[in-house]
């Protein structure tokens, strides 16, 4: 009930493609689903988040799909280059006091 | 500028010994959290306090204590009973707690090692 569930575990993508990251959740009551960014040996920041209210979200290169009958949502990382190299975490918040993260997924962005 | 503060960023501990890991935050932010790190396992939470003086048990919470004394700090012991500490420790804040549809902000972790 309250997994969110991340795939790839990890990716490679070559300069200036498309990086898409899945995640998939469970609980119905969630409707918060943030996007953090986390490079080697710091703290994951938050990059993107998106309400259930509305199907994408885009912030510069980066964009939220939200599909709410799937229960699943998406990061899109659009002209990817070697500096979005990172760890990605999705997670899913609200009707619960605990943001509940999924397993992370590494991306590797070659030139 | 604001944000979280975590102590040492590398800490080496003895067999059968207790050590604490710092995180003060000047966001003013009610609610703290501690996470484990480690490999392919994404983060699991510890403990959490949403308010001063309260706290509550994470997933994972075997083998740690917290406190909460002051709104800024939320100190994490890693006690002798904690059979693999080795982990990347990652502290956290979020601006009201019992609302997990918030923002969560994150200091730069301390890597705890065991000699």
């Known amino acids: 009930q309250q997994q969110v569930k991340q795939s790839p575990q990890s990716l490679i993508v070559q300069k200036g493609g498309i990086s898409i990251i899945n995640c998939a959740y469970e609980n119905t009551a969630f409707d918060y689903f943030p996007w953090y960014q986390q490079f080697p040996g710091k703290g994951p920041a938050l990059l993107i988040a998106?309400?259930?209210?509305?199907s994408e979200k885009k912030e510069g290169r980066f964009t939220i799909s939200f599909n709410k009958s799937a229960k699943q949502f998406s990061l899109h990382i659009m002209d990817s280059q070697p500096g979005d190299s990172a760890t990605y975490f999705c997670?899913?918040?609200?009707?619960?006091?605990?943001?509940?993260f999924g397993t992370g997924t590494r991306l590797q962005v070659f030139p | 500028d604001g944000g979280i503060t975590q102590s040492p960023k590398y800490l080496f501990r003895k067999e059968g010994q207790n050590v604490t890991l710092s995180c003060e935050q000047n966001?003013?932010?009610?609610?703290m959290y501690w996470y484990r790190q480690d490999p392919g396992q994404g983060l699991r939470l510890i403990y959490y306090?949403?308010?001063?003086?309260?706290?509550q048990k994470g997933d994972i919470a075997e083998g740690y204590s917290v406190s909460r004394e002051k709104k800024e700090s939320f100190p994490l012991t890693v006690t002798s009973a904690q059979k693999n500490p080795t982990a990347f420790y990652l502290c956290a804040s979020s601006y009201t707690g019992g609302y997990s549809n918030q923002p969560q902000h994150f200091g730069d972790g301390t890597r705890l090692s065991i000699l």
């Open positions: 306090s949403q308010i001063v003086n309260d706290f």
């Open positions: 998106i309400r259930p209210d509305v």
């Open positions: 966001l003013n932010h009610d609610a």
């Open positions: 997670a899913g918040g609200g009707g619960t006091d605990k943001l509940i």
